[in-house]
């Protein structure tokens, strides 16, 4: 079965840009969640997607925002780049079931210059 | 607001001792608890869960133990081994609040050969 899938795994932007993260979720996984990892905050919950709905946000500005499709696959958005954007953005799915562990991809690592 | 708290960045361990990993939590509502290990350029990768209807959940050489009055768990690992070197992420959540999960900001662990 294969895993969660992220693209691109690194890139490189500017102040003021803008950016799109991919992430495609286990097979038969409807729910798609992201985090975002910053040195010694650890991961920081952004929102939540299941069946095409966000049911849950996380403490971020209106610059983030994320989608999901009928495949499941989700993408999100930042915008407007920050020098304190830069992380790695983790992309995590599950199935519906209140219980049970989130499955992780390797993450987007995002360098804002 | 930090509702996930691992107060130990760091913790250097001997092969074939014990290491425990500490994790503290402030909101009373979670109800499902999970911990991960990260490797560095890699996603997180699910270790071992318990819900809070039990107080010690087993996994191998991995043992989680809760302690609901004091809102504190822990993750023992008998035998350590230096693969088992890594940062180790605690997370928390309500099971009815759609896989929205609380991290701590995870402790790195150093087994010695």
């Known amino acids: 079965k294969a895993g969660v899938t992220q693209t691109p795994r690194y890139l490189i932007k500017t102040r003021g840009q803008q950016v799109t993260l991919s992430c495609s979720p286990i097979?038969?996984?409807?729910?798609v969640s992201w985090y975002q990892q910053t040195p010694g905050q650890g991961l920081q919950f952004l929102f939540e997607?299941?069946?095409?709905?966000?049911?849950n946000k996380g403490n971020f500005p209106g610059r983030f925002s994320g989608r999901q499709f009928s495949n499941s696959r989700s993408e999100m958005n930042v915008s407007t780049l920050e020098l304190g954007d830069s992380a790695l953005y983790l992309c995590?799915?599950?199935?519906?079931?209140?219980?049970?562990?989130?499955?992780f991809g390797e993450g987007s690592r995002l360098t804002v210059l | 607001d930090q509702q996930v708290k691992q107060n130990s960045p760091s913790l250097s361990v001997q092969e074939g001792r014990i290491s425990i990993l500490n994790c503290d939590y402030t909101n009373s509502m979670f109800d499902y608890f999970l911990w991960y290990k990260k490797y560095p350029a890699e996603g997180p990768t699910f270790l071992i869960s318990?819900?809070?209807?039990?107080d010690k959940n087993e996994d191998g050489r991995f043992t989680v133990f809760l302690n609901k009055s004091a809102k504190h768990l822990s993750l023992h690992i008998v035998p350590s081994q230096p693969g088992d070197s890594a940062v180790y992420f605690c997370a928390a959540s309500r099971g009815n609040n759609f896989n929205k999960f609380y991290f701590g900001s995870g402790t790195k662990l150093n087994v010695k050969p």
């Open positions: 097979s038969g996984h409807r729910s």
């Open positions: 318990i819900s809070s209807i039990k």
């Open positions: 995590a799915s599950k199935t519906y079931q209140p219980t049970g562990e989130l499955f």
């Open positions: 997607y299941f069946s095409e709905t966000q049911r």
